[in-house]
């Protein structure tokens, strides 16, 4: 189910911790998961758990918890649109909206082409540059009017395409 590489970046990560704590590890184990396997599914909770010592409930607990876990598949680019107060009162919703009927999704779907997931976010913590959305848990987008919105989902869809 995980790769050696990924097994060999699980011990990296329980090494950053003293022997009794490598439970802490439990975070940064689940992003290695969702990085090769593209989510975090029951079968991988379980191998965390196992690999850390850990009941696969609390390992569950901590899925669930976040929301930058992937319990189920998702699209090759996931669109996380902050809408919380400052960024819906700067247009988040609006963008949320706009990005709904370019893909032509509502929330929480996924393109036919399985390239987009759109999902809402609680804040990512950048609310003077909103509205803001977060492309892969990785990459913050500020100021993304229909203009911008609409030149990220082109771009995306040209580099995603398959020849």
Known sequence: MISE??????????AKYPSDQKQSAVMACLAVVQ??????????????????GMAPIAVHEVTTFYNMYNQRPVGKYKFNVCTN???????????LRHLEQ???????QTTAD??????????????????VLLV???????????E????????????????
Not at 5 to 14: I, Q, S, T, Y
Not at 102 to 108: E, N
Not at 153 to 162: E, F, I, N, R, T
């Open 148 to 163: 911008k919105l609409d030149q990220l989902v082109d771009g995306l869809k040209a580099a995603g395409a398959v020849p």
């Open 114 to 131: 399985g390239l987009f997931t759109l999902q809402q976010s609680e804040c990512l913590g950048a609310c003077a540059d909103a509205p």
């Open 102 to 108: 370019k893909l032509g999704i509502t929330m929480g």
């Open 5 to 14: 590489a990924g097994l060999a970046r699980f011990a990296r990560e329980v």
């Open 85 to 95: 107060l400052p960024c819906q009162l700067r247009d988040g919703t609006k963008a």
């Open 136 to 146: 892969n848990d990785r990459t913050m987008c500020s100021f993304m009017g229909n």
């Open 35 to 52: 990085q090769e396997l593209g989510h975090v599914s029951v079968e991988s909770e379980k191998l965390v758990a196992d690999y850390l």
